[in-house]
């Protein structure tokens, strides 16, 4: 064997798409959804991605473990990695080194796109390919939540690691008994595309940990627990619409506006006087609604508008950077290695 046959046969490349929430939200939370007969969210796998590179570490170096995501750690024992994702999935999973692993990514931590869990589906479906295996985007999705819920206890939801591990737009159905029903939205591609072509996203330069901010929504849930529900109907009023074919772009925008109304009132971090301001600004150049995406408190400003006002909004965000989005019909996949 060649040493670039040798190289290529051990290593293994995951890709896995990032996600926008639509509606939902927070209803994944299972101090919510255990308590309510279940939570419902709807969201779509957008083509923003986090690669995770697995290789053996070769003999030739002078260390056990080397990690590369936003910054380096080479390290002895895996008890020892800093990284809790990493740390957790390799005791879980039985994998030691020497071991070299990699990360990067089309969007940082902390912007409301579900990063952390791309991250841990992503890294989990390369670990399963680098031991022979192959697990379904259900095992992916569990198995993620698991390390970080179980693991880790970070106090989230479970509809990130389901939208990275299925990919497309969905909605996912969380169970008291913790099962997960998914459900594709299969739709006529000019609807899916005319819903996306109204959508204008801005990113506000706010990076910040969602933990803060679900730690609130968790302990308050049964103390606003009316709104919690709002949003979860209208993500269920949205799940049909879609399906019966009878959503406008206008109905979108407007669903928005009603959610992230409710949505405000779950924490005191979700919304800031500058956020306020930005989403004033967006209505009153033409805007129908909108939402920040993730948890709230900063990252990215999603708004639905209709295109001849399009100009408008953009000007209104002047300083703002625009990044736009489609949806990726592929959850987390294996594109160097696996089976």
């Not at 779509?44 to 080397?66: G, L, P, W």
Request: hydrophobic share 40%.
């Amino acid at each position: 064997m060649s040493l670039i046959d040798n190289c290529e046969s051990n290593l293994f490349i995951s890709k896995t798409p990032l996600r926008i929430s639509f509606f939902g939200g927070g209803s994944d939370i299972d101090t919510y959804y255990k308590n309510s007969d279940f939570g419902f969210t709807l969201s779509a796998a957008i083509d923003s991605y986090i690669y995770v590179t697995i290789k053996r570490h070769s003999e030739m170096f002078e260390e056990n473990i080397r990690l590369n995501y936003s910054k380096s750690e080479i390290i002895s024992d895996v008890k020892d990695i800093e990284n809790d994702i990493i740390r957790e999935s390799l005791i879980h999973l039985d994998i030691g080194g020497p071991l070299y692993i990699s990360t990067v990514a089309d969007s940082v931590a902390g912007t409301g796109l579900g990063t952390s869990s791309s991250f841990a589906v992503g890294l989990l479906n390369a670990l399963h390919a680098f031991q022979g295996r192959k697990k379904s985007a259900g095992q992916l999705a569990e198995e993620a939540c698991y390390i970080e819920i179980d693991r880790i206890d970070k106090p989230i939801g479970k509809q990130d690691q389901y939208a990275a591990a299925f990919g497309g737009m969905n909605t996912f159905k969380f169970l008291p008994d913790d099962s997960v029903r998914v459900e594709p939205l299969i739709l006529d591609s000019g609807l899916q595309q005319d819903i996306f072509d109204h959508l204008v996203v801005f990113w506000t330069g706010i990076r910040r940990s969602a933990d803060d901010i679900l730690s609130e929504q968790r302990e308050k849930t049964g103390d606003r627990i009316t709104h919690m529900h709002n949003i979860r109907n209208i993500a269920i009023n949205m799940r049909d619409e879609f399906v019966n074919g009878t959503v406008t772009p206008k109905r979108f925008g407007d669903a928005l506006a009603e959610s992230w109304e409710s949505k405000k009132r779950m924490a005191s971090g979700i919304s800031s006087g500058f956020i306020d301001e930005c989403f004033d600004k967006g209505i009153k150049a033409g805007a129908w609604g909108g939402k920040v995406a993730g948890a709230g408190g900063g990252g990215f400003l999603l708004f639905a508008c209709p295109k001849d006002k399009q100009d408008d909004l953009r000007n209104a965000m002047k300083g703002m950077a625009e990044v736009k989005f489609a949806c990726d019909p592929h959850g987390s996949r294996m594109i160097v290695g696996g089976m």
